[in-house]
């Protein structure tokens, strides 16, 4: 009995432990977030207060509505979110095709094919800038919206993150699914990408963050200076040159910050998923 009281103390103590390291964890990495908020919703003199303020005491509400329409983020965010969306849609579509032929498809040259799609990680965004530009100026899209999500709309990531999940089908339900008459495409989109909802939540969300966050391509591939200027280019434009202004920017921040929570906050039970698949039986 005593022996059982001692280990059932050790649980507590381990446990409270655990909870003790996250809370530091969680404070750590939402602190910055944290003084975002606050610094946007202060006057510019607030700002160079020493110490600055950790609470607002007189919230300037309206930094949010200058951001969101003088500072034009309205206009950046669907420019970001047309462009976002279409790299999902394209990255999934072309992941879930090519990594079902190299899990499930029997053709010539298959691993060879494979290991150069994972060879493409080893490459940096920046080596293939001068060649996609020259690609969309020859193809008219220099300052269009194709020009900005076609060179993303294929990934050796997703290929590869999609090909483990469908290798750990059973081949049993496959031959199971031919017996009743399942061609390979019917099989791909009723059991196979079902199955594999956790690790395609997976990719979507990492594709959006991706995506959204970019700045270097579509600042090379509108100039700058377009109405299809992205929220990260815009943010930049935002904040100027003046102390006035960094409030504003910072309140554009938080706004752009806005659809990457609600996509975490959306998805958190399929990545999850998807990060502790295989880890029990």
């Known amino acids: 009995m005593a022996a059982e009281t001692a280990s059932a103390r050790h649980r507590r ?24 908020i606050v610094n946007s919703l ?7 207060e020493q110490p600055p303020p950790l609470v607002p005491t007189s919230p300037q509400w309206h930094n949010y509505v200058a951001a969101w329409t003088t500072g034009s983020m309205s206009t ?3 420019t970001s979110a047309i462009m976002t969306f279409a790299i999902v849609a394209g990255q999934l579509v072309t992941s879930i095709l090519a990594a079902y032929a190299f899990a499930f498809l029997r053709f010539p040259l298959k691993r060879t094919l494979f290991v150069v799609c994972l ?9 293939t800038f001068i060649t996609n530009l020259d690609t969309v100026t020859s193809l008219h899209w220099f300052n269009t919206y194709e020009g900005l999500a076609v060179p993303f709309l294929a990934t050796g990531f997703g290929i590869f993150l999609l090909r483990q999940a469908f290798l750990q089908i059973p081949r049993d339900l496959q031959e199971a699914a031919q017996l009743d008459g399942y061609g ?19 990719l979507g969300v990492f594709s ?24 990260q280019i815009g943010l930049k434009a935002l904040l100027g040159q003046q ?3 960094i409030p504003i920017s910072l309140a554009g921040a938080v706004i752009a910050f806005v659809p990457l929570l609600i996509l975490l906050l959306i998805f958190q039970k399929q990545l999850v998923r998807s990060l502790t698949a295989g880890a029990v039986k």
């Open 13 to 36: 103590l381990r446990t409270l432990g655990s909870y003790a390291f996250l809370t530091a964890a969680a404070i750590v990495i939402l602190f910055p977030i944290y003084v975002t």
């Open 42 to 48: 202060l006057r510019p003199d607030q700002l160079v």
């Open 119 to 127: 060879a493409t990680l080893m490459i940096p965004l920046e080596v």
């Open 76 to 78: 950046y965010m669907a």
């Open 243 to 245: 102390v006035s202004q």
């Open 208 to 231: 959006f963050l991706a995506a959204w966050n970019q700045y270097l391509w579509p600042l090379v591939a509108t100039g700058g200076q377009t109405p299809l200027n992205t929220v």
């Open 184 to 202: 390979h495409l019917r099989f791909m989109t009723r059991v196979a990408v079902p199955l594999a909802r956790p690790s395609l939540a997976a």
